[in-house]
């Protein structure tokens, strides 16, 4: 059946391991448990739940007005059907330093590897978007410590993530940076970099694993894989890419059928039903219940 064959525990063990490898992590975004499904087939290192994508798959903006429970349902949803790690973004934790301890709590509940929390001011906003706040490096550090004091398995990653460079510079940033390991975290995400040089400005400055955010029209250049592995990062993050190529082909899709009236045209572009029922498993629910897959499809339908 369409379920992970593994444990929490294993995914998280995974995980850590794959971070200390030395090699670059893949890691797309998931838009909804299927496209998880279709991150593990296709060979991907790990799966990422983004509050952005989260927040637009409910018709939000990425402005903080996502709750804990949301993610910590969809982190669920999404850990279920994959053996793949995957990482959450809880943003700023959902409130004071106790929220962020629950939230710890929460997503360890969800069966995810790890989560980032971000050190926005409450509510955040997309850390690509003008007029972001930082809170102060203390209230951050805070944060981190609740959330480290919260986590019971200690294999949970915990994830820093700054959005300084914007704000104060590259120099504060890094030196934030610092500070949050020192207070418990396990790797680091700097947001919204501005080139390859301030990407491996912040390789030297810190020896924990790093997160490079390849997100689409943002800030930031879209670096290649063997350029970010060649710069010592852990981690390439594809967050909302799934998100806009599904949303563009609806949005051509639905254009040619008004136009056209028929939905002939669009059938080459189309993920088959044939398809979609070996990705859902269906042979292997008739293995507990004959009656689900009595029937066969013809060929390319």
């Known amino acids: 059946m369409l379920h992970t064959r593994t444990t929490p ?9 794959q971070l200390a490898s030395g090699r670059l992590l893949r890691v797309p975004g998931a838009i909804n448990p299927l496209s998880a499904r279709l991150i593990q087939e296709t060979g991907f290192d790990a ?17 903080g007005l996502t709750t804990v429970t949301e993610v910590a349902t969809r982190a669920q ?29 929460l997503l360890e509940d969800a ?27 203390a209230d951050m550090v805070r944060r981190l410590r609740a959330a480290a004091d919260a986590r019971r398995d200690p294999g949970f990653v915990l994830m820093a993530r700054t959005d300084a460079r914007a704000v104060e510079g590259l120099d504060a940033a890094i030196d934030r940076a610092k500070a949050y390991v020192d207070a418990g975290a396990d790797a680091l ?26 997100t689409e029209f943002g800030k930031g250049p879209l670096l290649t894989a063997r350029t970010l592995e060649d710069l010592g990062y852990n981690i390439a993050l594809y967050p909302v890419t799934l998100l806009r190529l599904a949303m563009g082909a609806i ?14 045209s669009l059938l080459p572009r189309m993920q088959t039903r ?25 060929p390319g339908r």
């Open 274 to 298: 044939s398809r979609l029922y070996a990705l859902l498993g269906y042979e292997d629910y008739a293995a507990f219940d004959t009656t689900v897959h009595d029937f066969t499809l013809p």
């Open 189 to 214: 995400f700097p947001e919204a970099l501005a080139n390859e040089a301030e990407f491996a400005a912040f390789r030297k400055a810190v020896d924990v694993p790093l997160l490079a955010n390849m």
């Open 9 to 17: 525990t294993d995914r998280r063990r995974t995980f850590r391991e």
């Open 47 to 63: 799966a990422y739940l983004s509050g952005a994508v989260l927040s637009a798959d409910l018709g939000l903006p990425d402005i």
């Open 251 to 264: 949005e051509d899709g639905l254009r040619t059928l008004a136009t056209e009236g028929t939905q002939e």
């Open 111 to 137: 069966g995810v590897a790890g989560l980032h929390l971000e050190d926005q001011v409450n509510p955040k906003r997309c850390g690509h978007l003008d007029g972001k706040s930082v809170v102060p490096r």
């Open 77 to 105: 949803q999404i850990a279920r059907v994959t053996d793949l790690p995957v990482l959450v973004d809880a943003d700023t934790g959902f409130g004071e330093p106790m929220n962020a301890a629950r939230t710890v709590q």
